[in-house]
């Protein structure tokens, strides 16, 4: 399993490079297959280096405590059932994001 697919992202995870371009074109084999297409510009390869530091600064954690105080203080909040399993299925671009709970 390399692929996770979600409205409209597909994320394909390899463990090198090698490997990367045979799974991308898999999927893109199969996309063409069933007549779906991507959009190259607004694909990423290798997006992030693990050297890369990640920077939270005071912006982003204020938006951040924020968001926990909008959604902790819903008017609407129900406890989920215990005794299932939880997903959380989310997704994001540059003008929002959205998260379900399943």
């Not at 982003?60 to 959380?88: D, M, R």
């Amino acid at each position: 399993r390399f692929v996770i697919v979600f409205i409209d992202d597909i994320l394909i995870y390899s463990k090198n490079r090698k490997e990367h371009e045979g799974h991308l074109k898999l999927i893109l084999k199969l996309l063409k297959e069933e007549e779906l297409y991507a959009k190259f510009s607004k694909c990423e390869f290798w997006p992030s280096k693990k050297s890369v530091k990640f920077d939270w600064g005071e912006k982003a954690e204020a938006a951040f405590q924020l968001l926990k105080q909008k959604l902790c203080s819903a008017p609407i909040l129900a406890l989920p059932e215990g005794s299932k399993n939880f997903v959380v299925y989310c997704d994001a671009s540059h003008k929002g994001l959205g998260a379900v709970l399943m």
